[in-house]
């Protein structure tokens, strides 16, 4: 099925044994629970729905990546660390990774995630941008 074709590009760059098995058995689970996919695509919806909400500024996807501008590396890295003292995982990305005053947060959604959660982490990550910075003068 087309929704499959990741894989199978994925499937074709790595043509080890042990990786085309594994991938067999991926391609396998998900056509067997095809509701993974779905409540996947729903939970990273609403989570975008909620970043919104909340003002946060963000790069507009339908992917379950979702990435939060913010903007400077020092705020990047200072954020992350904030986000994840408070319970949130987020990876950072700074230059040169993305362009000089473009980084950002990349949040991750997980099939297994609940709203609850993903409200939560919405709202963690809201009130943690929305604090003031120790960079601005």
């Known amino acids: 099925p087309e929704d499959y074709e990741v894989i199978r590009l994925v499937y074709e760059a790595l043509y080890q044994p042990g990786n085309n098995f594994t991938l067999d058995e991926i391609e396998d689970y998900l ?3 095809p509701e993974l996919v779905t409540n996947l695509a729903d939970i990273s919806s609403h989570f975008r729905k909620r970043l919104l909400e909340k003002n946060v500024h963000i790069i507009e996807a339908e992917t379950p990546i979702v990435p939060i501008y913010t903007y400077t590396e020092e705020n990047t890295l200072l954020r992350s660390r904030m986000i994840y003292d408070a319970g949130v ?3 950072p990305v700074i230059t040169p990774a993305c362009a000089e005053g473009e980084c950002l947060l990349r949040a991750t959604c997980m099939a297994s995630h ?3 959660l993903i ?3 919405a709202e963690i990550i ?7 910075s120790p960079f601005e003068a």
């Not at 809201?126 to 003031?132: M, N, R, S």
């Open 119 to 121: 409200d939560e982490a």
């Open 31 to 33: 056509e067997a629970h």
């Open 114 to 116: 609940t709203r609850e």
């Open 89 to 91: 995982y987020v990876n």
């Open 126 to 132: 809201a009130v943690t941008l929305a604090a003031p």
